[in-house]
């Protein structure tokens, strides 16, 4: 059943985050803020349409998800599709001629992987 775990932890109380002071795992206790998607299933990317190279490159790291790339989304520039970018503090534009999907989740991923590429380069 969805909403029953996280991180190989079981939540069996359906409401354990409106009773409980919410910050639960280590990680929220260390910043003192939740974490949002582990309460918002909207905030969770499909992983059934992550791109090739993302599989490739969580494979390649090691990681069980997405984890810093899960708030990247695919946003515009001026018009133009771009993904913005912490580091430099910018948009970094998608190319012109690239297909994009109608599906939001795909746009998200294809944002995730030009990031990525972008911040390898």
Known sequence: MA????KGSRIDDVDHFL????LD??????????????YDVN??????????????????MGWD???WLED??????DGQAAVFDRNINGWVA??????????????????REMLIKFQMS
């Open 3 to 6: 909403g029953t775990g996280y």
């Open 19 to 22: 009773k409980g002071g919410g």
């Open 25 to 38: 795992s280590e990680r929220e206790q260390t910043i003192g803020q939740h974490i949002g998607y582990r």
């Open 43 to 60: 905030l969770l990317p499909d992983y059934e349409r992550l791109t090739p190279f993302l599989k490739d490159y969580l494979e390649y």
């Open 65 to 67: 998800d997405l984890n």
């Open 72 to 77: 990247v989304h695919m946003g515009y520039d």
């Open 94 to 111: 998608i190319p012109e001629d690239m297909d994009l999907p109608d599906n939001q989740q795909d746009r998200d991923m294809i944002a």
